[in-house]
Each structure stands twice: as C-alpha cells, then as structure tokens.
C-alpha cells in the first residue's frame, strides 16, 4: 500500500514537506504525515504565540478529508528550528489545498522584563495554504507547511508606540511557504571569534527559496547558538548570519512602507558571518563564525 505523509512544522513558519506529483488517480491509497514548523525572521520581544487549531482539512474539487479534527494549542515559539507532527493518514486522490480551521491566538511580549499578553486577529478564521501544484497521493509524502511570522503578523501602527494605544490591535495575516520532495536537516551552531555561542541571531539560507530561523539560548534541548533548519530540499545554499544588535537595528531605522520587506533589505546588508552549503543529505555541527 502506498503512503503519504503531512508534517505541519512551526518555527515562526509553518513548513509542510512533502512529495507534490501531479498526475491521473490511480485509486490506490497513500499514507500522508502531517508537521508543523515554524522559520521566521525573530521578534526578540515575543515570547509565545499560541494558536488553537479545532481542525485540519485537506481540500479537492470534491469536497474535503479530515487531517485532524483534534483541537490542540500550538506554541509556534516552541517550534523554532523543530518540528511537530500534527497527524497521520491514508488516502487517495488529488489535492489542491490544506485548510487550519483555527480559534483563539495568543501572542505574549516581553517588555522591560514584564509580560504582556495580547489577542491575535486571525483574518477570516482559517489560515488556508493552496499547494503550488495539484498533490496527487501516489506515495509515501512528507508535507512541510512553513509560517513566515516575520511577514505574518501584523500590529496596528509602528512598533512599540502602538501598544501604547488602547486595546492594540494585533493581526495575523498568514504567509506560508511550502517544501516538498526529499528534505533534509541542518544543524549547527553561531559562534564568535572566541568560540562562545551566539543567540538570538538570524539566520537566512538561500538558494532559490529563502527559509529563516535564528540561533538558541542555552535551554532545554539546545545549547547557545545552536541553530536547525528541519527539512531542507536539496540545493546550494549561501547562509547570511545577523546578530540581534544588527537586525534590531535595521527594523528600528526601517519606515513603516519597507517593513513588508524587511527579508530584502536585511539581505542587502553586510552580514555579520556567512557560509555556503550543499545540502545533499543532513548536516550537523555547522559552525559560522560571526564577527
């Protein structure tokens, strides 16, 4: 019996990987995994943003397949450079989108040590990510769904007078990028001239597609400066490394017109360390060494 599998991923992306064929149904059944995971440009003031999901569908031309109708909590936070598997099932036909029917959100702010907690506007209710091309289950398929927060969520004016202002409005307007066919893990760490981990720095890996994350502080799982990209396709990738005191201060001096583009214009300024990679299979223990 073929499978299929969808991961729903969140690092501040949600990432779907998976393997998108178009094709004629065969009528056979394909088993697809669901992940979440989340890859975005960090915003060092938010500490959590917790989204419900009540139900996760899979929708054709006919009607819809239930992915999960489990209500769960997610924490993107929690999910940066990791993965979390929503769900697992068989299938068959064609597909042309996935669907997150969502409830309450919830994004909490660090601000001079005190915690501010904020509703979060998700427009129409659903967040709803149309695959590039018709997926076809045909085999067993990893979907990756990537949330770009950096260019998802929104606030009411220019950060931080804006929450100044009574009830702040706080929007999520969702941007989610999607990967497919063999993907791969990379692992490393940000380190300075003297060796010692660096967090909170931005990374940005580029080849024909742009995936961001950001480098750790010293907690659970992850030591200081370590780093994961979960579920990269093939390629040749350049990787841009930005501290916090540079990418903080490129957002602080950006009028309000470019922030739609933040990615480009950190892309046009000098990083503070990069390197290039091929990834044909997972990487570990990358070490870029950041000025």
Not at 34 to 57: A, Q, W
Not at 109 to 123: K, Q, R, S, T, Y
Request: charged fraction near 25%.
């Amino acid at each position: 019996m073929k499978k299929s599998i969808l991961i729903l991923s969140s690092v501040l992306l949600i990432i779907l990987t998976g393997c998108f064929k178009p094709g004629i149904f065969t009528g056979e059944l394909s088993r697809v995994d669901f992940y979440i995971t989340d890859g975005v440009v960090p915003i060092s003031s938010v500490t959590s943003l917790e989204v419900e999901i009540n139900r996760v569908l899979l929708m054709s031309d006919e009607g819809s397949l239930v992915v999960s109708d489990e209500p769960l909590c997610v924490d993107l936070m929690d999910l940066i450079g990791d993965v979390y598997k929503i769900s697992s099932i068989e299938a068959s036909g064609t597909y042309t989108q996935l669907r997150f029917e969502v409830g309450d959100a919830t994004v909490t702010f660090n601000l001079d040590g005190e915690n501010l907690d904020l509703p979060v506007a998700i427009v129409s209710g659903s967040i709803k990510c149309p695959f590039r091309e018709p997926l076809t289950l045909e085999e067993d398929t990893e979907i990756v769904l990537d949330f770009d927060l950096s260019r998802s969520l929104k606030i009411d004016g220019r950060w931080p007078d804006a929450l100044e202002k009574p009830n702040p409005m706080i929007i999520m307007r969702p941007v989610v990028h999607e990967r497919h066919g063999l993907l791969y893990d990379v692992q490393g760490f940000v380190r300075d001239a003297t060796g010692n981990g660096v967090p909170k720095a931005l990374l940005v890996m580029k080849d024909d597609e742009t995936i961001t994350t950001f480098s750790h502080d010293e907690h659970g799982i992850w030591e200081r400066g370590e780093f994961r990209f979960p579920k990269v396709k093939e390629g040749h990738y350049t990787v841009y490394v930005y501290r916090k005191e540079t990418y903080e201060s490129i957002i602080e001096n950006l009028s309000e017109e470019f922030l739609d583009d933040l990615l480009d214009v950190l892309l046009e300024t000098e990083p503070d360390g990069s390197t290039t990679i091929d990834v044909i299979t997972d990487i570990d223990n990358l070490v870029i060494t950041v000025k």
